[in-house]
């Protein structure tokens, strides 16, 4: 089946990327979010339509054979692809065959809990887990979740997966305007994200047509959101609504004050910063008063 991969896309952090869709035919999630780009559906804890390893396998090897120098293999889906009954096998089949490249899956997060979906994360080179809501409420409300899934079991799933997991965990939250940033949310996931350490936190916003009538923050919005994070948590925007807003001028006093509640990336800086304060930035940082660190392929700017 053709469609099961697709790609390769093209990003800064992850360069040349294959993905690979294992739910082909049609949406199959154990969530319905509010702002899932896929048309809205029924919640299902299964699939129902279930591709071969085989046809997988087979689809993969090619496309990787017609591209040669692919850096990631992402597993993802038209829904949840822990949801895919054969993932620990299919993933021991893969990294039989990978070489240098890197396997990556993106998931909700829904069924982390589970030791088998925990078992077979651990054979992959980095795992990236969604985490919009840190309260039952929110989570049934925002990712609309299938009946038996509790907040408090993924959040104790990610603790106890981090803990067995070498590789770089990355939680994603994706911040819906009126529905998780609010600051019962914000906090909670605050205190939640300072007891799990993940390697980083991407905070993004609604960027393409949702489901559902729901709404995306502006930059600014977004950028408030994330100095409400801990300022010790690797907290990264990486909505494309950065694109919209216009540079401003800031003073040595502004971007110190900027970075200290909050580390910025090369790309923050080229957005937030006009031309003149990128000079005054790369001053502060020749005379130390500003420090770059590295957080899995990202590099941050901090105040010293
Ligand atoms: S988890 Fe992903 S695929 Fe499933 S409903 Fe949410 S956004 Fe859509």
Do not use: W
């Amino acid at each position: 089946m053709s469609n099961i991969i697709f790609g390769p896309v093209h990003s800064r952090r992850f360069g040349k990327s294959l993905g690979v869709d294992l739910s082909p035919s049609g949406k199959q999630c154990n969530f319905d979010c509010l702002y899932c780009e896929l048309a809205p559906a029924k919640t299902v804890d299964g699939y129902a339509a279930v591709v071969s390893v085989k046809e997988v396998t087979t689809a993969l090897k090619s496309a990787l054979k017609e591209h040669g120098d692919i850096d990631f293999i992402t597993l993802t889906a038209n829904g949840e692809p822990t949801l895919y009954p054969y993932l620990s096998e299919l993933i021991d089949e893969i990294n039989k065959f990978k070489g240098e490249t890197k396997t990556l899956i993106l998931s909700n997060a829904a069924n982390i809990d589970d030791v088998e979906v925990q078992s077979a994360l651990l054979k992959l080179d980095e795992v990236k887990l969604s985490l919009d809501c840190a309260t039952q409420k929110c989570l049934q409300k925002l990712d609309r979740s299938h009946s038996g899934i509790d907040v408090e079991n993924i959040k104790q799933g990610m603790l106890d997966f981090s803990a067995k997991y070498n590789g770089p965990l990355v939680i994603e939250i994706l911040i819906v305007k009126t529905l998780n940033d609010t600051k019962e949310e914000i906090d909670k996931l605050n205190e939640y994200l300072l007891k799990l350490k993940p390697t980083r936190i991407d905070i993004s916003t609604i960027d393409r047509p949702p489901a559902y009538a729901v709404q995306a923050l502006d930059y600014e919005a977004l950028l408030e959101v994330s100095h409400r994070f801990d300022s010790t948590l690797p907290v990264y925007i990486t909505s494309r609504k950065k694109a919209e807003i216009m540079a401003s001028s800031y003073t040595d006093g502004d971007i110190l004050e900027t970075l200290d509640k909050r580390p910025l990336t090369q790309e923050d800086i080229e957005v937030l910063l006009d031309e003149e304060s990128q000079k005054r930035f790369q001053m502060l940082l020749e005379n130390d008063k500003i420090k770059s660190v590295l957080t899995n392929g990202v590099k941050f700017y901090k105040k010293v």
